[in-house]
Nanobody, 125 residues
Framework: VQLQAFGGGSAQPGASLRLSCEAS?????????MAWFRRTAGADREFVGA????????IYSDSVKGRFTITRDDAKNTLYLQMNALTPEDTGLYYC??????????????????WGQGTLVTVSS
């Protein structure tokens, strides 16, 4: 499975961006999880949020909760990350990831089997 993330760019503090992540293959089961991680100046791979594909249950890191929203479109095989109220601390390389199966630790990078190439988000005034 190949994942392609796009939608990154430059934004001013307080602005919004939406990232997308397309998967090259559909899964025969909906029992997998997709997530967003980011590489920032302070973290190599920081968990942002994740969603169970079948039920659409999402969890978020404390740093983005209330500002970011993860959704998925099963028909398009696409994951989204809506980012609002961006701050300079949100600057980083954003990766999407997908697990093969259901996972319990959705916020752990090792739970995911497939990774996209990353899309850069830069927030500055």
């Amino acid at each position: 499975v190949q994942l392609q993330a796009f939608g990154g760019g430059s934004a001013q503090p307080g602005a919004s961006l939406r990232l997308s992540c397309e998967a090259s293959e559909r899964s025969f089961t909906s029992s997998f999880v997709m997530a967003w991680f980011r590489r920032t100046a302070g973290a190599d791979r920081e968990f942002v949020g994740a969603i169970t594909w079948g039920l659409g249950r999402a969890i978020y890191s404390d740093s983005v909760k209330g500002r970011f929203t993860i959704t998925r479109d099963d028909a398009k095989n696409t994951l989204y990350l809506q980012m609002n109220a961006l701050t300079p601390e949100d600057t980083g390389l954003y990766y999407c990831a997908r697990s093969k199966y259901a996972v319990s630790q959705m916020n752990k990078a090792y739970a995911y089997d497939y990774w996209g190439q990353g899309t850069l988000v830069t927030v500055s005034s």
